[in-house]
């Protein structure tokens, strides 16, 4: 069944979805969002680990292989907002240091752009949807910017315990940036810091899309189409244009929704996955692929996380899922060179530790159960804390995304997802061990452990990398396909390094910048 054609289709009501379906529906243009999951509403919301598992999808419609194979459901969404919608809502920057990664080492990849030409996007951001923290004391590892629209939030024993440490080795820590309210902001209400941001937050403090740009673009009239798998991207005869997608709605029955211009803001293998099913004759493997990218260079970040416990009332359960404090101290890609590793480390303190979520304190000790872990937990409960480092991998042509031969429900091919982490990202996660453990006995707690287990994936970046040209990338620093005009690319999956920080600050600001030069180049582009 066809429906009526629209201006623009986008592909997934996530976080940079929702940033093109805002810009360019205030800009006049009818948008049309379809999700594959629910319309969530901030009332569906309940802070419960067993209801928030509503919100992340039930299976990867992916085949995950490699030595370090990807960790899909807690990385990805169901439903608007997608995986924004359970984010911590950390927000930090990358730092001028990652764009010319293979200029300056001679590893991984250059962006075709740099840290001045986001800047200015990061700043919008914040004041779109609200960040609190301290910008000026950040210029300690950036260059300045404008204030923060909100003061930093609240801090409990949990995080000022880690300020001790970090003096003590001559290290740096400031207020953590987040997209959280510290105080009333654009009629939302302030954190009660109950630290349940992992399952959405239902009072609207956290900046997830369904009050930030997604409310945006529906008040500007664009549609959110829910449960509404996108398939294809259908081209014209000549290859040169996108005309729409093809998808099945609530009712699994195939649809068609023609439109001037495709954005796909799916997941980051998402959308390499329905641009490598959309192979026609003229474009024999997959859209915008010319390059034999589409699907390649994906990048994860990984944590290593210190626990620690004090005889005081840390109050662990007070806070955000976020962090109270994070340094960029270990940031120079070069800072543990002499352990065999390359890349930066961005650590964060402080988050509030509820018992049974991810990073929880019933997952502090993976050694103990039973009575053990009762006793554990009794303790822990009011005196445990945790910093986590988290780091980048250089991004490699053998992590990537194909095509399975096994299908879906709609027919549509699996995603076969590989991944591995190389010596230097291993010795990375070893090395912010000692580090964090370094860092956790100069506190003076009374134990001390690092949270070692396998090397997880956190996040993903990549599989439809920005450049210069056709020929070495897929999209140009907009997410515009070199090879396609009015097929845009929107997420990390542009990504063509990952940094160490969480990507959604980023995600935000690179798809603020797009949306606004799509818009503005509108009657070039459109077919």
Known sequence: ?????????????????????????????????????????????????????????????????????????????????????????????????????????????????????????????????????????????RPPGKPYPMPPMRTFPGGDAWKKGFEALGMRLTPAAVGINSTTFKGRPACIYDGWCHVGCPIGALSNP????????????????????????????????????????????????????????????????????????????????????????????????????????????????????????????????????????????????????LGGVANARLDLFGAELAAFMKRAARSYTRLNAFAEEMPAIDNRIELASDKDEFGMPLGKITHSFNDEAVALFNANFDKGVEIAKATGAKEVWPNKGPMPTIHLMGGTIMGKTAGDSVTDSFGQTHEIGNLWIAGPGIFPTSGAPNPTYTILALSLRGAEQLAKNWGSVAG
Request: aromatic share 12%; proline share 4%.
């Open 210 to 357: 369904l009050v930030t740009y997604l409310a945006e673009a529906r008040q500007a009239a664009a549609e959110v189409r829910p449960y509404a798998t996108v398939t294809r991207v259908l081209t014209s005869a000549d290859g040169a244009k996108a005309t729409g997608v093809e998808y099945y709605d609530a009712n699994k029955q195939k649809q068609v929704q023609e439109a001037s211009v495709v954005v796909l803001a799916a997941w980051s293998a998402q959308n390499p996955r329905i641009m490598l099913s959309s192979a026609t004759d003229k474009h024999p493997d997959g859209l915008a692929n010319s390059s034999g990218l589409v699907g390649k260079y994906l990048t994860a970040h990984f944590a290593s996380g210190t626990s620690a416990l004090f005889d005081e009332d840390l109050q662990p359960y007070m806070g955000t899922i976020a962090a109270q404090y994070f340094s960029y101290d270990l940031y120079d890609k070069d800072a543990h060179k002499g352990k065999g590793a390359f890349g930066s480390t961005f650590m964060v303190a402080g988050a509030a530790a509820r018992y049974s979520a």
């Open 1 to 141: 069944m066809a429906n009526d054609k629209v201006d623009v289709v986008i592909v997934g009501a996530g976080a940079s979805g929702s940033v093109f379906a805002a810009v360019l529906a205030k800009a006049g243009k009818k948008a049309v969002l379809l999700e594959a999951g629910p319309d969530w509403q901030l009332d569906d919301l309940i802070s419960s680990d067993i209801w928030g598992r509503r919100i992340k999808p039930a299976g990867p419609p992916f085949l995950l292989e490699g030595k370090n194979p990807y960790g899909y459901v807690y990385q990805a969404g169901w439903g608007t907002g997608g995986a924004a919608l359970h984010y911590f809502a950390n927000f930090p920057r990358l730092l001028p240091n990652d764009f010319k990664v293979k200029s300056t080492y001679g590893k991984g990849l250059d962006w075709p752009i740099d840290y001045a030409d986001i800047a200015p996007y990061w700043d919008k951001v914040a004041d779109d949807v609200g960040v609190s923290g301290d910008a000026k004391a950040e210029e300690i590892w």
